[in-house]
């Protein structure tokens, strides 16, 4: 439950959608790279990104936003660069 996820990564992770959206409802993912290197994260079919999706770097952090359509979660914006 919730609109900000927070996650702190140890190993390659893939997002699951979340369940029950309403349409309209806006959420964001706080991604920080705890695993000691690089990391791969994918995204479940269900968001539609912008672009590629950059992994932050070890010990760093990304932030990414969407809304959901009806069907899918839309991206709004994404962190340019990564943050500790």
């Known amino acids: 439950l919730g609109n900000l996820f927070v996650a702190v990564l140890t190993a390659n992770r893939t997002i699951g959608a979340p369940t029950n959206p309403t349409t309209g409802q806006v ?3 706080d991604i920080k790279n705890s ?3 690089a990391m791969t ?3 479940n079919g269900a968001f539609l990104l912008a ?3 950059v992994d932050p770097a ?3 952090r990304r932030t990414i936003t969407f809304y959901y359509d009806g069907t899918n979660w839309v991206e ?3 962190t340019q660069g ?3």
Do not use: D, S
């Open 76 to 78: 709004i914006a994404h």
């Open 51 to 53: 672009g590629a999706w």
């Open 35 to 37: 695993k000691g290197g």
């Open 27 to 29: 959420i964001a993912y």
């Open 41 to 43: 994260t994918t995204w």
């Open 58 to 60: 070890n010990t760093k």
């Open 82 to 84: 990564t943050t500790t």
